[in-house]
């Protein structure tokens, strides 16, 4: 079991940056896979980013890449979600998402294959 909780929301006008951090409870950090999400009003949740459980490898969703970088920090228990040049159509409602990984780490990008969320932290992007 791993609880997570988000933090670092906000708005910002566009252009700008903001710093998502997910923070984990738990002593076993390093064997979840890690991902961000985003669920804007009206619309699906989507992945936006994902990092392996030693942080080697990171993916994104072609709508951020070059702008946002996830990272981890395996002793702090903590993952990060850094959004530069940020646009209106960023707005949503942002979460982190974790998943169990035995053996050989790998990325993961949809939804069902994350078991555990957190509560979300608003973002919001005014033009």
């Known amino acids: 079991q791993v609880q997570l909780v988000e933090s670092g929301g906000g708005l910002v006008q566009a252009g700008g940056s903001l710093r998502l951090s997910c923070v984990a409870s738990g002593r076993t950090f390093s064997t979840y896979a890690m991902g961000w999400f985003r669920q804007a009003p009206g619309k699906e949740r989507e992945s936006v980013a994902a990092i392996t459980k030693t942080g080697g490898t990171t993916d994104y969703a072609d709508s951020v890449k070059g702008r946002f970088t996830m990272s981890r920090d395996n002793p702090k228990n903590a993952t990060y979600l850094e959004m530069n040049s940020l646009k209106p159509e960023d707005t949503a409602v942002y979460y982190c998402?974790?998943?169990?990984?035995?053996?050989?780490?790998?990325?993961?990008?949809?939804?069902?294959?994350?078991?555990?969320w957190g509560q979300g932290a608003q973002v919001t992007v005014s033009s």
């Open positions: 998402a974790a998943r169990w990984v035995t053996g050989r780490g790998s990325i993961y990008r949809a939804l069902n294959e994350y078991s555990y």
